[in-house]
């Protein structure tokens, strides 16, 4: 990846900025856990200030569009859509299923589809299906949030889960993943697509 690319994960609570500059990942000291809205610009600016670039330098950026909290998605696309708007660079899009699978198709052998499971609450769970192929990671679907006996019969012909659950309805035994950082979104680059207008894609089903 030879462009400049800043990276923004606000889809679950612990929130984090990468920027990729000059053929380094850079990441911020600035305390996340805080003063969300707040401390995403002053980390922004930490950022760019320690690459030596101002904001218009920045080529693309990668935000994770959910499936994610409410709040934190809302924070993230703010910051995405100012810059898209004062700078001009280029949104780019991924599902926080995305990131699961990056991490979890390391553990996969090519030709193998598996499943990310995410609990959306109140029986209904959101799921993505992925296949490891010899030119890299593909997509099967987007994440679909199902009521939990659709969410069983999805399941019904995949032996491999993954997701943030040790515990996922009628699956034995799923493998427990971390919650993706933002280094995870460049890793996960060649799933992004550009997108003029990022719509969010909350956790929970509307009541």
């Known amino acids: 990846m030879e462009a400049t690319v800043l990276a923004i994960e606000t889809a679950f609570p612990q929130i984090s900025l990468a920027l990729w500059a000059s053929e380094k990942l850079l990441l911020p000291k600035t305390d996340l856990t805080t003063k969300r809205a707040a401390s995403l610009h002053e980390a922004l600016q930490e950022l760019l200030e320690t690459a030596g670039i101002r904001a218009q330098d920045l080529k693309h950026i990668l935000i994770d569009q959910g499936p994610?909290?409410?709040?934190?998605?809302?924070?993230?696309?703010?910051?995405?859509?100012?810059?898209?708007?004062?700078?001009?660079?280029?949104?780019?899009?991924?599902?926080?299923?995305d990131l699961?699978?990056?991490?979890?198709?390391?553990?996969?052998?090519?030709?193998?589809?598996?499943?990310?499971?995410?609990?959306?609450?109140?029986?209904?769970?959101?799921?993505?299906?992925?296949?490891?192929?010899?030119?890299?990671?593909?997509?099967?679907?987007?994440?679909?949030?199902?009521?939990?006996?659709?969410?069983?019969?999805?399941?019904?012909?995949?032996?491999?889960?993954?997701?943030?659950?040790?515990?996922?309805?009628?699956?034995?035994?799923?493998?427990?993943?971390?919650?993706?950082?933002?280094?995870?979104?460049?890793?996960?680059?060649?799933l992004s697509r550009p997108v003029t207008r990022v719509q969010p894609i909350y956790l929970m089903p509307p009541v």
């Open 100 to 190: 699961f699978a990056t991490h979890f198709a390391e553990q996969v052998e090519p030709g193998e589809t598996f499943a990310i499971a995410l609990d959306a609450r109140r029986r209904h769970w959101t799921l993505a299906l992925y296949r490891v192929e010899d030119s890299g990671l593909k997509r099967l679907a987007e994440p679909r949030c199902l009521p939990l006996k659709e969410f069983e019969a999805a399941l019904s012909d995949i032996s491999l889960v993954a997701g943030p659950h040790s515990e996922v309805p009628g699956v034995s035994s799923p493998t427990l993943l971390p919650i993706p950082q933002a280094p995870e979104l460049l890793d996960a680059f060649s």
């Open 68 to 97: 994610g909290s409410y709040t934190g998605l809302r924070v993230g696309l703010a910051l995405a859509q100012t810059l898209e708007f004062t700078v001009g660079c280029e949104v780019k899009a991924l599902y926080s299923t």
